[in-house]
């Protein structure tokens, strides 16, 4: 069973870079059926999705943070990564790593349209000086 | 991009009860919506997929409809365990969005 599991600073100061990392286990990320992708809920407001990596190198990010993220693979450590640079207190959330799995339907038609089928619990970031 | 809302923002029901979360999409997305559930503390948990596709291991009680724009989430019989937030998520088109979410408490 796949897992995931967020990790990094729980404070950031303002204008720095939040850098966290994602481990996998029970799968490998250089599985070609999924995408690996970060999401992140600010206090009381909705659910955001930051971007998603696949391990041929393939990169999407949201357009609203796309000038500030960049997100990495590490296959070596079955892990990847996200890093938002330039960061205010806007940038205050829990930051969850999460894998995008497409599927097949009762037809055996492909649909190549992923959905987030596993979660990690999330980390909380603050950014504060 | 794709705006989702959802509603009710909150919902009390009891034990056995039937209730029905809706989500709406901005525009068409198809078949394309997936809905899971999260609580305090632990990692979200995908229930249905393809709009009425139940993951792996998820409760029967538990069934989603819809198509297009307009779409439900519907437990059949709470049990103690389904008290819990509920979000929907488009896969349509990029970036993926999610409704506001539906606090479910016990009454």
């Known amino acids: 069973q796949v897992q995931l599991q967020e990790s990094g600073p729980g404070l950031v100061r303002p204008s720095q870079t939040l850098s966290l990392t994602c481990t996998v286990s029970g799968g490998s990320i250089s599985s070609g059926d999924h995408y690996w992708s970060w999401i992140r809920q600010p206090p009381g407001k909705d659910l955001e999705w930051i971007g998603y990596i696949h391990y041929s190198g393939n990169i999407h990010y949201n357009p609203s943070l796309e000038s500030r993220v960049t997100i990495l693979l590490d296959m070596s450590n079955n892990q990847f990564s996200l890093k938002l640079s330039s960061v205010t207190a806007a940038d205050t959330a829990v930051y969850h790593c999460?894998?995008?799995?497409?599927?097949?339907?009762?037809?055996?038609?492909?649909?190549?349209?992923?959905?987030?089928?596993?979660w990690g619990k999330g980390t909380t970031v603050a950014v504060s000086s | 991009d794709i705006q989702m809302t959802q509603y009710p923002s909150s919902l009390s029901a009891s034990i056995g009860d039937r209730v029905t979360i809706t989500c709406r999409a901005s525009?068409?997305?198809?078949?394309?919506l997936a809905w899971f559930q999260q609580k305090p503390g632990k990692a979200p948990k995908s229930l249905i997929y393809?709009?009425?596709t139940l993951q792996s291991g998820v409760p029967s009680r538990f069934s989603g409809s819809g198509s297009g724009t307009d779409f439900t989430l519907t437990i059949s019989s709470l049990q103690p365990e389904d008290f819990a937030t509920y979000y929907c998520q488009q896969y349509n088109s990029y970036p993926i969005s999610f409704g506001q979410g539906t606090r479910l408490e016990i009454k």
């Open positions: 999460a894998r995008e799995s497409s599927y097949y339907d009762s037809s055996g038609f492909h649909h190549y349209y992923y959905y987030m089928d596993v």
């Open positions: 393809a709009a009425s």
């Open positions: 525009q068409g997305i198809s078949s394309y």
